[in-house]
Nanobody, 124 residues
Framework: QVQLVESGGGSVQAGGSLRLSCVASGFAGYSYSMAWFRQPPEKGREGVAF????????DYADSVKGRATISRDNARNTGYLEMNSLKPNDTAMYYCAAGWRGGRWSDPALYNYWGQGTQVTVSS
């Protein structure tokens, strides 16, 4: 059974940092590109960061460039998103996604697998 499980979310004050993790199981997660998305309350899902299967390519949404780092440990089938200098408008449910089918990486419709999400709340 394919599964992605996120962890590492929580409540943090503005200016703080968090490291989110996403563990893949039930499939060869290391062979898939991976991305992080977020969804604030009552808004659509936004692509935050992308990493290719071999980690040779990464990309970020403009809203997090310079504050976020995406990485992966293929030996552990785990992806990470580290975010620094957090702002209140970073508050959202964060999801990892895998199995990108090509095209615009920030399009959530192009991913086969999703985790259940981990909540990040940033207070001012």
């Amino acid at each position: 059974q394919v599964q992605l499980v996120e962890s590492g979310g929580g409540s943090v004050q503005a200016g703080g940092s968090l490291r989110l993790s996403c563990v893949a199981s039930g499939f060869a997660g290391y062979s898939y590109s991976m991305a992080w998305f977020r969804q604030p309350p009552e808004k659509g899902r936004e692509g935050v960061a992308f990493i290719s299967s071999g980690a040779s390519t990464t990309d970020y949404a403009d809203s997090v460039k310079g504050r976020a780092t995406i990485s992966r440990d293929n030996a552990r089938n785990t992806g990470y998103l580290e975010m620094n200098s957090l702002k209140p408008n970073d508050t959202a449910m964060y999801y990892c996604a895998a199995g990108w089918r090509g095209g615009r990486w920030s399009d959530p419709a192009l991913y086969n697998y999703w985790g259940q999400g981990t909540q990040v709340t940033v207070s001012s």
